[in-house]
């Protein structure tokens, strides 16, 4: 049962390193676009390939992901709607195309929704690789990634977040920059709802952050305390959980929100980092 717990661990860690970015350019619910809309990917790429373990399926999700990201970006930039407004549009066309052909076509598939949005951690550990579940490996490569483009890219990242246009001005390549995380966040979500499902993914990327957004000014430290969060997220949620019996998954959310209204009430005192 330890394993259940590394991989939970490992999962907050991999999304809460991308999390403060998502939220400091108030794109929280980016996250919540991009779990659902990948789900698109993930099923056109297994009407081609007709397995559930082909890379091929985390390519099809990511560039939907991606793909996701670039038409909210075209509607709200030539001004047809509002960012917010282009990421409700986009993302449940997306969603509900997918649901449509599982329904339709892959009734006798291991292709379930309810596992894609609720997930079920305790079964991780049974597909391994290496000696180790498959689920641990690949959110410890997907963390090392994130981790290793926040290092390369801080200060880009760092001046495209908080002064976009002196962004431009110095040369730095916010488009490029954008989509690369995009696609790193893409591929975090994909792999992550896979083990965890969709809406702890969500908690994830969020809750975390936001809590680390409340008390920090520099963004190193919102991303060190974000991490934090997220591991203190994911070791009570799942103590609680299986000392109660209840959904790992829906416990760690659980944990977050409570996590978030301490922040509120802490915030009070005007502590910062």
């Known amino acids: 049962m330890l394993e259940v717990l590394f ?24 996250a919540d676009a991009l779990s659902h809309s990948v789900l698109l990917g993930i099923v056109l790429a297994f009407v081609v390939v007709q397995s559930l373990d ?16 670039w038409s909210v970006e ?16 986009v993302f449940p066309v997306f969603f509900s195309a997918a649901i449509v052909i599982i329904t339709k076509f892959f009734r006798n598939t ?13 079964f991780a550990p049974f597909i391994r690789c290496f ?23 801080y200060q880009e990242l760092k001046i495209s977040i908080f002064d976009p246009e002196f962004a431009k001005l110095s040369g730095i390549r916010t488009t490029g920059l954008y989509y690369v995380f995009m696609l790193l966040v893409s591929m975090t979500c994909v792999l992550a709802f896979n083990h965890v499902g969709s809406i702890l993914v969500i908690s994830f990327f969020t809750v975390p952050a936001s809590f680390a957004c409340m008390f920090t000014k520099k963004l190193s430290h919102a991303v060190a305390v974000s991490v ?11 103590m609680l959980g299986m000392l109660w019996n209840v959904s790992i998954s829906g416990m760690c959310s659980a944990v977050g929100m409570a996590l978030i209204l301490l922040g509120v009430l802490i915030r009070q005192n005007g502590i910062f980092l």
């Open 228 to 238: 934090i969060v997220g591991i203190v997220d994911s070791c009570f949620g799942y």
């Open 54 to 69: 082909s890379i091929w399926l985390l390519i099809g999700a990511s560039l939907f992901g991606v793909l996701t990201m």
């Open 110 to 122: 291991h292709l379930d929704v309810d596992i894609v949005l609720m997930g079920n951690p305790l």
């Open 131 to 153: 000696g180790l579940p498959r689920a641990m490996v690949e959110m410890l490569l997907m963390a090392g990634a994130n981790l290793l483009f926040l290092i390369i890219h």
């Open 7 to 30: 991989i939970l661990i490992i999962t907050a860690v991999a999304c809460s390193l991308l999390g403060p970015m998502l939220v400091l350019r108030k794109m929280s619910m980016a």
């Open 74 to 89: 075209e509607l709200s930039r030539r001004q047809l709607v509002f960012h917010d407004e282009a990421l409700a549009i």
